[in-house]
């Protein structure tokens, strides 16, 4: 009976919860001074303008793109926004005070330029973050590995942006992520192993980067993967088959302006977009000049389209070019020398053969030695040779 009891007012709790998630707009003002102040230090910091934040009024109610729940600040949506005069001369990635916004879930400064690097503590401080969206903020340098520490996060766009650097593997911590574009960076490297263990992932873009490496294996673990979009990088290699047959939800597919090379593998009902690599057999590829060019900077030999004669990268061609032609010489001058040594004891015997003359010689055994030497010295060079060096024994 207890049980009951107490199991009908968890129900109904949670029912209150969410209905307070639902209810839509906030209608309590904000509760928090340490919020509060939070958000005035960071409407300076980025130079906010009173048009949209309005000083004196309450954030909860109304700001625009302040989301609160329970008097609580839980979304910041500066999306779009226009900075003070002044606010747009200092521009930075200056939002520290948002580390005193424990609850907020969803971030997105989208279209805001924050040009500077994203501050480390960004990942250890909002723990609570599901959403996070820098799409087009001018940012710089590389991405901080603690984003991996963001364990509810379920969006992560950083597309649009200057950075530089790997891709950090603690990217694949992200258990919760549905969401992840990079996009249009310049990112460097490789993709790292670990965003195969992104089970929840449904939508990859990581296009329009300078990623160079093979397809890791591991990428068969995206299994609620729906599109992956890995256009105009740098990446090589063959495509691997068992990423196509793991990945059953997978409708979209964009490997295009790589440098892939070797057989299409079936990629199931997807779409795949596969133009300008160096895969065999396949429609609209780069070609044979750009493709082994590009294998061979890398130091790796290229397939040729799957045709006879793979490009080695050249300077191991040059090596075993002289390789074998020292090989070659080794062995004429083996099969030469019992020939040559053969010649001159003919050439002994034959001062002091009467047979010499009428260009007969029987006493040799071998039959194919004894045709040549027949011939040799029956021929007036021969002779010539033998009255000019005076050569007998
Ligand atoms: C932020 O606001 C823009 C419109 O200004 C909207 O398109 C976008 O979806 C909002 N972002 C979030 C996370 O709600």
Redesign the pocket.
Known sequence: MDHLRSTAALLFLLALQFQSVLSQPETKPLSSHVERLALIRFRSSLGLRSKDWPIKADPCLIWR?IDCRDGTVVGI?I??FKRTRLGGQNSQFAVDALARLTHLE?F?ASFFALPGQIPDWLGYKLGNLH?L?LHSCSIVGAIPPSLGELLSLSVLDLSQNLLSGSIPPSIGNLANLQWLSISENMLSSSIPNQIGNLASLVELDLSSNHLGSLLPLELNGLRSLRKMVLRNNELMGALPVDIFSALTQLELVDFSQNYFEGKVPYYGHSRASLGANCLQQFGKQRTLVECASFYASKGLPFDNFGNPGATDPPRRTRKWTIILAAVLAVVALLLLFPLLLLLLLCACRCGSSPQLEDGRVDHIPDPIYGHLVEYFLTSRVWDEHLRATSFCC
């Open positions: 793109g949506n999306s779009g969803s997105d959403v969206d």
